[in-house]
């Protein structure tokens, strides 16, 4: 234990609780050492030489001496595949069944005595020691999979395929060619089901064109381009406010996004124990002349040894990755707008005091989240009555006055006797519990605690039954904290014991497997009891941690992300990365978590955070305030100006999160989402594209007036001054403290409000002999109404811009349904 930890802990958690989470962190401790065996000795396995292969549809089976690998292509082009009978199903990630194989796909006979799969879209390459390689039609190779090594523990029996003579085998050849991942891996696929079981641990290396740039693993605070490094997964509360360089966070995914010039494709291990990727980006040229390819190395403790990998271009890449873990969930229009939370209101006078000072000031307000302190003593689904007296009629009001109140959930249950909540769990058994069948305790805001097993379907559906207290408390939907899950500690792991059994679906296992996935599952239980609740309407929903797959469930946050300029710069990176993961509704807390910011730090955030899909400040009780007024006038004026532009655009985030939910494509993407073998624009980490049609460059330093601005290809406009430049390319442009540099697409129509809040287009003017265009779909309110997709083009005709409809039946420019102002000419 250090002791300057205890100290700190005494000092954030009081001098009881710290004392009870030093009791609880020992308590952990010990069930551990008692219920996991230690590391013994283990026998290292390759899968050996090509023994055979036997078709089936989509791809085959490949048999080697001591494994067997099942390779199966989709219809759509994806590529699974599995050592030692791993099949894609059970898996959290998943939205339903696997996608139906290819029937023309065809196992046939490669050279130098491997296998390969030929479909329309792919070909999948198997050595005859094991390598995959994954190619394009033409044969251009995208990635490479060397054969896998696994280290299985002696006497816990043979797995598929396994040499029970064990030592030095002819499958362990390592010539470069067919060479394995090495020694040094911490990986596994282990047997699920038997908890305390030591699981088999595995590595994969990867080797991907030297030019590759890899993005993704979740929530990296040091992305979006994630450089050579080693990136944990196991999902984190890093127990204070971070940095870039803190790593890692609160959502981990086992999901890279590759982006070379041969081409773009996703790589899902779909495995949720505690692993490690470790990253090197290639070198072209290296070495006599030679390229060193990019490597990729995954490393788990445990779990099935399972791929998938979609190919194409970034839109076909995330739409691949949305039909296969399912589509993002869509929120309300009313949470696209401005957003307001804070650790301390303390009291409804508070709350109404806030909410006069936005209409007091003219400044745009949608939402108020209330945070743990309006609870009974931090227990969840309690209110807090001499505080909050009469919360149904505050949210009554409030809502009157066009705002919503949003309620934060934590998943630790006191363990109090009497309280109605925590004898619920025990009359459902839905609590986590030890190996012995002793309920797991750990130590969160509101003292000892009980966890539900979200993993357990019962206990799902309990816990979504106790949100109809929070929808009569006047709660429009819920943001979950604290569900990586948290149990405060001094040392070791902030989380349950690792060998704290749970359900998994009823398959049985430990926290080992379900800790990653936790925030996915209590997600879920969250979603499905709204959803049974009000059926009427959509569930609005975000959570701090989560997994491959949550975006069905809703969005996420940036989590208590420092208060400084790298954390300003972390606030992009997690929101671009997490986009590439296939979760498009995310943002930070605008001004940090913590601390004070400056005036011009706390604007700058403004100004990025009003471009961002969740537009939220929020901070912590002792940090300073995060109303735009408490900066004084000048900032006040900038602020209330990046407002008025997003509730401008608010039809254009409406549109941008519909076509999230039917493409997988996420609002915010790198500028190099449309042309992605611009290698520039792939090392560009400062600047994004919001949808199709805006390129938005914040101003990340301090003190910055002016800054440089990379161009995709085409023609751009600088929607302040009009300008327009042409791309690739880099320019420099004005960044005063009034605002950050927006640029809209030539040809781009763009949804916006109108006069009395009607909807209106916006044209940017195209060049002469190009067209332009863009997609509307209006706000069918928040119910589960179908949106219909209006199309527009533009063109140049004899120095006039016209605006056209394209329907089925054609195009249309009289008698458009909205009002046109065209911009640029």
Request: charged share 25%; net charge neutral; proline share 8%.
């Amino acid at each position: 234990m250090d002791g300057r930890e205890l100290v700190r802990s005494m000092k954030v958690l009081g001098s009881v609780q710290g004392l009870r989470a030093v009791r609880s962190a020992w308590r952990r401790h010990r069930i551990d050492a008692r219920a996991l065996p230690p590391r013994g000795a283990e026998r290292a396995r390759v899968p050996g030489p090509v023994v055979g292969a036997d078709p089936l549809p989509g791809g085959g089976t490949i048999r080697f001496a001591r494994s067997e690998l099942r390779v199966s292509v989709s219809a759509g082009g994806t590529v699974f595949w599995g050592w030692d009978g791993a099949g894609p199903l059970p898996s959290y990630a998943l939205a339903g069944d696997p996608p139906e194989a290819d029937p023309r796909a065809v196992l046939e006979p490669d050279t130098d005595g491997g296998w390969r799969v030929v479909s329309e879209r792919v070909t999948v390459a198997v050595s005859r020691h094991g390598a995959v390689e994954v190619r394009t039609p033409g044969g251009v190779v995208l990635r490479r999979d060397l054969p896998p090594r696994w280290w299985e523990p002696v006497g816990d029996g043979e797995s598929r395929g396994g040499d029970p003579r064990g030592g030095k085998t002819p499958g362990d050849h390592r010539a470069r060619d067919e060479g394995t991942a090495g020694d040094h891996g911490t990986s596994g696929g282990g047997t699920p089901g038997r908890a305390g079981r030591r699981a088999a641990r595995w590595v994969q290396r990867s080797e991907v064109p030297a030019d590759a740039r890899f993005f993704g693993l979740g929530g990296r605070a040091s992305g979006p381009r994630l450089r050579d490094g080693s990136y944990r997964l196991w999902n984190t509360d890093p127990s204070a406010a971070f940095s870039p360089g803190d790593d890692p966070l609160y959502i981990t995914m086992p999901v890279q996004l590759v982006v070379a010039d041969a081409g773009t494709h996703l790589a899902f291990h779909d495995n949720s124990w505690d692993g490690r990727v470790i990253l090197s980006e290639g070198e072209e040229g290296a070495g006599s002349g030679h390229d060193r390819p990019g490597t990729s190395e995954v490393r788990m403790e445990g779990g099935p040894l399972r791929c998938w990998v979609i190919v194409g271009t970034p839109a076909r890449v995330l739409h691949g990755w949305a039909a296969l873990t399912g589509a993002p969930a869509l929120p309300p229009s009313w949470a696209l707008g401005p957003q307001h939370a804070r650790w301390g209101f303390g009291s409804e006078r508070e709350v109404r005091r806030i909410v006069d000072g936005y209409r007091d000031r003219d400044l745009p307000l949608s939402v108020l989240h209330l945070d743990i302190d309006h609870y009974d003593g931090h227990r969840v689904f309690t209110v807090d009555r001499e505080r909050f007296p009469d919360l149904p009629g505050l949210a009554e009001e409030l809502r009157e006055r066009g705002v919503r109140l949003v309620s934060i959930v934590d998943p630790a249950v006191k363990a109090e006797p009497g309280s109605p909540v925590y004898e619920g769990g025990r009359a459902a058994g839905a609590f986590v519990r030890d190996d012995r069948g002793d309920e797991v305790r750990g130590v969160v805001w509101p003292g000892e605690c009980a966890y539900p097993d979200f993993t357990d379907p019962k206990a799902r559906k309990w816990w979504g039954g106790l949100y109809e207290e929070r929808l009569k408390q006047g709660f429009s939907g819920v943001w979950h904290d604290m569900n990586e899950p948290v149990s405060f500690a001094p040392f070791g792991d902030r989380t349950l014991p690792r060998s704290a059994r749970h359900r998994l679906e009823g398959r049985g296992g430990d926290h080992r497997e379900a800790h990653n996935v936790y925030g996915l599952a209590m997600a879920r239980a969250g979603y499905e009891g709204l959803r049974a609740l009000r059926p009427e309407e959509r569930p609005f929903l975000f959570s701090r941690s989560g997994w491959a797959g949550m975006q069905r469930y809703g969005g996420t946050w940036s989590g208590d992300v420092a208060t400084g300029w790298p954390g300003l710069r972390a606030s992009l990176s997690l929101v671009l990365g997490l986009g590439l993961c296939g979760v498009p509704y995310s943002g930070p807390d605008v001004g940090g978590f913590d601390g004070d910011p400056s005036p011009e730090l706390f604007l700058r955030w403004y100004q990025l955070g009003a471009w961002l899909p969740l537009f939220r400040t929020h901070a912590a009780f002792d940090a300073g305030r995060r109303e735009p007024w408490e900066f004084g006038p000048e900032v006040l004026e900038h602020a209330r100006a990046a407002l008025r532009e997003r509730e401008r655009l608010r039809p254009y985030f409406v549109t941008l999160s519909r076509l999230a939910r039917m493409t997988g494509a996420p609002y915010v993407r790198p500028v190099w989402w449309g042309t992605p073998e611009d290698r520039a624009l792939r090392d560009c980490e400062d600047a994004f594209l919001l949808g199709d049609s805006l390129l938005v460059a914040p101003v990340l330093s301090q003190g910055t007036d002016r800054r440089a601005v990379r161009l995709p290809r085409g023609w751009w406009y600088d929607t302040a001054t009009g300008r327009a430049y042409e791309g690739p390319g880099q320019v420099l442009l004005d960044a005063p403290l009034s605002r950050v540099p927006v640029l809209a697409r030539a040809g781009a129509v763009i949804p916006v409000r109108g006069e009395a809040d009607g909807l209106a287009l916006e044209v940017w003017a195209p060049v002469a002999g190009r067209t332009g265009g863009g997609l509307v779909v209006r706000d069918a309110g928040d119910g589960w109404e179908q949106a219909e997709i209006e199309r527009y083009q533009s063109r140049l005709v004899d120095g006039r811009v016209v605006v056209e409809r394209v329907t089925d039946e054609g195009v249309e420019e009289a008698g458009l349904p909205v009002r046109v102002r065209v911009r640029g000419v």
